[in-house]
């Protein structure tokens, strides 16, 4: 992203090296409440370096300590034991605040991701896994959520014309009614009225049964299409605060300060904190110029986020290529009368399988009520078996198979044909799948 002299030794909170840092310092109760709040410049001397591997080992095994020679350097002022504690510590806290967040009506929309293991030689996939989303995960995104709300506050106070601060728009309208039609066709009781409504639906109706995470899984998917992207924006260019909030976390008002090193619009609110705590004049820029400094990072980071999922499709294409044709469980999320759309479940990929590319019979397609179904007819294996017929359905559990095009890194799906003991019909709700679900490690 940046020099390496920049991004992993000037800029990079080494242990057992002064770094010159802003902070967030708070007093807080073990239950996660406020007790003071401190902005300031800051000298950090970090004791050790954990990866968020050795945090989650000490947040689940919190009564066994690792030995020494597994962890990284720690300085001769600290214990490993202080270490374990303090992450333990952290760690009950950060499920207080995580528990508040969604109480007060925060919405989370995990989405299966793709991630790679690469030979060191080549460069290229050999493998992949669904990355998981850990505690240790989670402990450092509280504190920064409420750094980043709490700066929010303080420039904005300071500077209520010129503050570079980060909103969150409602989901686009048609969009939404559109998902709160399907959902009353489908006869799940989703409330679409408040992100914290939405959020405690995708919680509370699914089972934990393989089948139920799988249709959550594809809900989520979804739900994800009407949200619109977060956006920086200056304060000064809008005169409605309403227009402030941030939809998904359901705050009045949030910006991002916590990664300078790989955000250029942290470094921004960096400079508007060292102004308010009156270490350097503001910034002469108008409220236009912001503006125009916002829509820039916005363009920026929409480039990088369309990068990064072509990046994983590329890749997740030479995967394909080199160790396909590759089988896998898939759930299906729309239905066409020509075609049908799966998320690929032990991928995350999504892809459409057209009828004319399978060797059926024939295939048909129609509504019962309003939900859309198409019936597959299979030609029989040998003269003496019976053709076999196959419905899909929104939320059908299926198999298929994703194998290289000859076109250059491009896949495509193919559904394998139902037989013996196979569970590719639709399946009711909470009926138990022996399809196999985990995820890889």
Known sequence: MLPRMLCEELCSLNPMTDKLTFSVIWTLTSDGKILSEWFGRTVIRSCTKLSYEHAQSMIESPTQRIPEGELPPISPEHSSEEVHQAVLNLHRIAKELRKQRFLDGALRLDQLKLAFTLDHETGLPQGCYISEYRDSNKLVEEFML???????????????????????????????????????????????????ALNESLTRIFGDDKYSLARKEVLTNMCSRPMQMALYFCAGALRDEAQFRHYALNVPLYTHFTSPIRRFADVMVHRLLAASLGHSAPPDLEPSEVQKQAEHCNDRRMASKRVQELSTSLFFAVLVRESGPLESEAMVLGVLNQAFDVLVLRYGVQKRIYCNALPLRSHRFRRVGKKPELTLTWGPVDTEQEPVQQVITIFSLVQVVLQAEAAALKYSALLRRPGAGDHSDHLRDGEESDCDLERED
Do not use: I, W
Request: proline share 10%; charged share 20%.
């Open 146 to 196: 409420l750094a980043n709300m709490a700066v929010a506050h303080r420039v904005y106070r300071s500077f209520p014309e010129t503050a570079l601060l980060r909103r969150h728009p409602p989901p686009q309208t048609k969009m939404l009614n559109d998902l709160v039609e399907f959902c009353n066709q489908m006869g799940l009781p989703m409330d679409f009225s408040s992100a914290g």
